[in-house]
Each structure stands twice: as C-alpha cells, then as structure tokens.
C-alpha cells in the first residue's frame, strides 16, 4: 500500500493556460474526492467519483473544471484558461465503501498562477 | 451558518499540558465524525475516527463524541511541541453522496 500519489507536487502557469492534475488512489478504495484548500481554511469539497460515475460537484465546480476518472482507478481534475483565483492546494482523497469510509489524503497539488 | 464550525486559535499550551479542540456541527443527519491533523504546507493526515457517542482513545488522543448536542472534541494529553499545527475536524454526511465537510481548522501551539 503505497498511499494516495498526486502529480505534480507543484505547478506555476500563466493565466489562461489549461492544467491537468493527477491522482492515484489507493488500489483497494472506490472512492475518489478532490477538494481545494486556500491559506487558513479547511479543505472544501469539490467532486466525488464512487468508480468512475462522478457523483456529485460543487458549485465551487465552474465550467473551466473538470475531472475524470477512466476505468475507476486514476482521476484527473483539469483546469482551463486559470485566472490567479485558482491558485490554491488541490487535494485528492480516497476511502473504502462504508462502513470504513475513511479518507486518507495524497500530498497535495500546489497551483500558483501568476 | 458553516457546515463545522471551529475556533481558527491559535490555542497555546505548555508542553506537557492537555490541549483541548473543539468542534461543532449543524446537519443533525452526520453520521461520521474525524479529526486531522495538518503541519503547514503538507495535506491532512488522519488522527481518529468516531461513529458514536462518548469517548474514543487511542494513545495521547481522545475523541468525545456528543450527538444530541452536535458537539466533537479532541483531548491531547501531555502535549509535545510536535503536536503543533493545524487540526481539522470533519464530518461525513452519506445521505448526501457521502460528502465530507471540513471545518477552518484550530491552530495549536505547544510550548516547550
């Protein structure tokens, strides 16, 4: 069990270029969550794949947002034309089926638009 | 109204002291409850998990758990200075496609 990866670690772009974040779950969990997390505040939800069906997205979610998640096993979360209010912490999380649905994080994308 | 609410801190105790964080909530439907912990520029590690009401140790932690209230909390006993950083309490709704809410966070300072 090697965690939850995410690629990259860190990304600086211009504003109104596109960027594709990955992640890789743990192998067991078919649960996959991305969130955003700003300075100072906790993590807020963004979207929610049970496999590969995309359950649920935030409102947060605009339309330069979006994410997959192929075959159930890795997702990406693209962002299109950034503006320098996407610059945040993007975290992908993944949890087993209930009962023990617990998520456990991966190491976090740092996005800075300049 | 948030989700969680939380005191954003920062709490201060001395090593050795019990630090105590706090946490509410507002769905009446939350079923699961966690806590993290996060050190600045690192993403959120799980430090427990409770699903019922009363008290759940696991080390130098307990989770107290207060349904009727709406009410997390997390004792820290014999506080170190690397417990210092930012915890998160967070609660799980799976009527609502499962959500996870997270509160701001309490910023803890543990001094030697």
């Known amino acids: 069990d090697t965690g939850v990866s995410q690629d990259p670690r860190h990304k600086i772009t211009k504003r109104g270029q596109n960027v594709t974040f990955r992640c890789d779950p743990i192998?067991?969990?078919?649960?996959l969550y991305w969130y955003r997390q700003t300075l100072g505040q906790g993590p807020e939800f963004l979207t929610y794949?049970?496999?590969?069906?995309?359950?649920?997205k935030s409102r947060l979610l605009s339309d330069r947002f979006s994410a997959e998640r192929p075959k159930g096993s890795f997702s990406t979360l693209e962002i299109q034309r950034t503006e320098q209010g996407d610059s945040a912490m993007y975290l992908c999380?993944?949890?087993?089926?209930?009962?023990?649905?617990?998520?456990?994080f991966g190491p976090g994308t740092r996005l800075l638009v300049l | 109204q948030k989700e969680v609410e939380q005191n954003s801190g920062p709490l201060s105790v001395p090593e050795g002291a019990i630090a105590s964080l706090n946490c509410t909530y507002s769905?009446?439907?939350?079923?699961?409850f966690f806590w993290y912990r996060q050190y600045s520029g690192k993403s959120p590690e799980l430090i427990m998990s409770?699903?019922?009401?009363g008290d759940k140790e696991d080390g130098r932690f307990t989770a107290q758990l207060n349904k009727a209230s709406q009410y997390v909390s997390l004792l820290i006993r014999d506080s170190q200075p690397s417990d210092s950083a930012t915890y998160l309490c967070?609660?799980?709704?799976?009527?609502?496609?499962?959500?996870?809410?997270f509160g701001s966070g309490t910023k803890l300072n543990v001094k030697p």
């Open positions: 999380a993944s949890s087993p089926a209930p009962p023990r649905e617990t998520q456990y």
């Open positions: 192998s067991e969990h078919n649960r």
């Open positions: 794949f049970q496999n590969e069906a995309q359950l649920e």
């Open positions: 769905d009446r439907v939350s079923q699961s």
């Open positions: 409770i699903y019922s009401n």
């Open positions: 967070a609660v799980n709704i799976q009527y609502n496609f499962n959500k996870f809410y």
